[in-house]
């Protein structure tokens, strides 16, 4: 049996960025996570803003040497014709954001939080949530059950949380499925910049993530059959590497991301699909926010049901905001299948 200020379950970057905001203001964090590192999670492109927050959390200058690559902006083809649209620049010449090769990037943020001193069990399954009093008071695991003020959920797709205690999960789309896949070789169209190429029925992502290895994305607006070895066209003639895989994008949040003593980050509170091009931004944003929530709940007695309402409102006007301007970048397209 443990007892702690906060317990995290999920090492993504909602759950680390959480964690080391938490430890930095003085909490005492436990830290669960299933899964070995390193493990597999798709590619992720991040915009040169987000250099304040890795600031914040330590870890620029990490992931500056991680050798991801860069690049200037994106290629982008919606609706018309095909153009490269730039992150931006100032006095000192364009900006370059990073090619995140996600493997690596979570185990920075995670040794990060080691650092601090936040405890980490690894491989741990939380198993249940502890109620008592109607409040969450901490999590039942495969090594022991966990005693927390607060705990934080950051379990991504999965939405633990939200599955243990039934909560209310609002959707605003059909069905929506991304599926992904990488292929190794050489294709010197797709080195300088990723591309997002947008057709009737749905756009396809394309990127170089590593040196001689590519990575696509593609998600469909109505029911679409991939052959099973499917790959873009301009990677054909590569090797492919390993199955095609899928998740689950569909367009939903939770009622209440927050709650009598718990809080949901990234992922595990609202999940949009790629094209919203913000997902490890909102995590990571997300959890350094909640983070702080729990410190002035803890350490400088601030109402927690004033920290519950701003949080919901947080995470609820910032997501019905991304689906409009996903409605009006969909509405660009013909026979867009998008409902709600």
Request: net charge positive.
């Amino acid at each position: 049996m443990y007892e702690t200020d906060v317990v995290i379950i999920g090492s993504g970057p909602a759950g680390t960025s959480a964690a080391i905001t938490s430890v930095q203001r003085g909490l005492r964090v436990i830290l669960i996570e299933s899964e070995e590192f390193p493990r597999h999670r798709s590619g992720e492109t991040l915009h040169p803003g987000i250099e304040p927050l890795l600031i914040k959390l330590g870890i620029l200058e990490e992931v500056r040497g991680a050798q991801f690559l860069r690049h200037k902006g994106n290629w982008v083809k919606w609706g018309k014709d095909l153009r490269f649209i730039p992150f931006g620049s100032d006095e000192n010449g364009p900006w370059f954001g990073f090619q995140a090769w996600r493997a690596d990037f979570d185990n920075i943020l995670l040794k990060r939080a080691i650092s601090l001193g936040v405890r980490v069990c690894q491989p741990c399954r939380a198993l249940k949530p502890i109620i008592q009093h109607n409040r969450v008071k901490g999590v039942v695991t495969s090594q022991g059950d966990i005693y927390s003020s607060f705990l934080i959920d950051a379990t991504g797709r999965r939405q633990w949380l939200a599955q243990k205690l039934s909560m209310q999960l609002d959707k605003y789309s059909s069905p929506l499925i991304a599926r992904f896949g990488y292929v190794q070789g050489e294709c010197p169209v797709r080195d300088e910049a990723p591309s997002i190429i947008a057709d009737t029925t749905g756009w396809t992502w394309t990127a170089k993530v590593r040196p001689y290895i590519y990575q696509w994305t593609r998600l469909s607006f109505i029911e679409e059959s991939l052959e099973k070895d499917w790959i873009p066209k301009e990677f054909h003639g590569l090797e492919r590497l390993g199955p095609t895989s899928g998740a689950d994008m569909t367009w939903r949040m939770v009622k209440r991301p927050g709650g009598w003593g718990y809080f949901l980050t990234g992922d595990a509170a609202a999940v949009l699909d790629p094209a919203s091009s913000h997902g490890v931004l909102k995590a990571i944003m997300s959890g350094m926010m909640v983070g702080n929530l729990v410190f002035q709940v803890i350490k400088e007695h601030c109402t927690e049901k004033h920290a519950i309402q701003g949080y919901c409102k947080w995470v609820t006007d910032w997501f019905k905001h991304d689906v409009e301007k996903l409605k009006e970048l969909y509405a660009i397209l013909p026979d867009m299948g998008q409902s709600g």
